[in-house]
């Protein structure tokens, strides 16, 4: 998309306009600390700031450095991000705190394209400590901006493909101001968060509204377009805490494979019981009393279990290790099964 001078100049002054009268403070804007910037927004994604501000500020008080971080044993940084999901962020979070101790002397790379390079970093999380951290000409691009945008230029088009995203990513950075990076992505990811929601934008309010194409086009509700849903594979398992005087057996799941590092019970995957597996295990399920179907959607997944409990008499040498009944509340577990003993405590 071709934008004029006067098109660009008349965007930044809004936006900057609207960050000297509306843009929240942010708990890491005092000090630009890359580290503490990162592991924000990876608790940010997918998450509500009400929701994930909690996480950000226990997880910087438990793991005030990079070194902290990286040291951590992971059972001890899962316990902090139990209740977040997505683990795999967490696994991500440390892997490259660890290779930025080992391999870069505890140095954070200030460059976009080097932090591309690191793991679990992407376009968006780098462009975000490039520029609030170091100041560097990068744009943000994610939901909010792209809803702003897409209502404000009045582009159909979501950014799930490459090139669309390219597209948007091109537009945004034509519109950055230079020099002013840090406060012109705060400015546009507050503008979406807090005036352009998805639902219900604050038009009326909104310093873009003389010119926006989808207020005046009335087109708000059909911009951006929703995103096309992914088929999700459906999983099934059976889920069963056996328990011996007071304590519980539990797995550590360590394949490749949905909920790595997290705990469970005593887990069959299938849609039927599979009475063959438990007899092996020596478990008779014949009277356990099953919940009914759970259910946890994943990115690519959307996972139904059935969990039950059974006490057992005898100390059986399970695949799993014992673990006091009062500790369950501290371990991390996937959130179908977190969820599922909250409510039945
Ligand atoms: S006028 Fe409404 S739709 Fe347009 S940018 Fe502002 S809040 Fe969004």
Redesign the pocket.
Known sequence: MKLSKSQILSFQKSILEFHQRDCAVKPWKTDHNPYKIWVFEVVMQQTRMEQGLPYYERLIKKFPTLYDLAHAEEDALFAVWKGLGYYSRARNLQFTAKYIVKELSGKFPSSYDDLLKLKGIGEYTAAAIASFAFGQNVAVLDGNVH??LS??FGLAKTIQSTTDKRYFQDLVNHLLFKGKSAIFNQAMMD?GSQ???PQN???EN????ND????NGDK?AD?PPKKVRPVLKERYFYCLFVEYKGKVYLEKRSENDIWKGLYQGIVQEGVKLDLKFWEEKDIDVTNVDWSGWQTQTLSHQKVFMKIGRIKVKENKAYTSQLVKKADLAAIPFPRVVSRFLESTV
């Open positions: 809803r702003v209502r404000f503008m005036v352009c929601k934008p604050n038009c909104c310093l873009f509204s926006c194409k989808a207020f708000i911009l």
